[in-house]
């Protein structure tokens, strides 16, 4: 039953995130196509919300983890 339930975590805790990168890379693309001048700064900013998008996966990751291995 625990791995169920770290699969659920896992499922459920990735979705999330993978649907907010994606939109975050197409609002960085259009926002690049429509003002190419200012496009580093929207380039730095897309990673940056990348990498706090992210950091709700290995939340979930983490989390799994411990109902996996933790009694």
Do not use: W
């Not at 339930?5 to 896992?10: G, K, L, P, Q, R």
């Not at 960085?28 to 380039?43: F, H, T, V, Y």
């Amino acid at each position: 039953m625990p791995q169920d339930s770290s699969a659920f975590v896992m499922a459920i805790g990735t979705i999330g995130p993978a649907l907010a990168v994606g939109m975050i890379g197409a609002a960085a693309l259009i926002g690049m196509a429509r003002n190419p001048d200012n496009s580093n700064k929207i380039q730095i900013a897309m990673i940056i919300a990348i990498a706090f998008a992210e950091a709700i996966a290995i939340y979930a990751l983490v989390f799994a983890l411990i109902l996996k291995f933790v009694p």
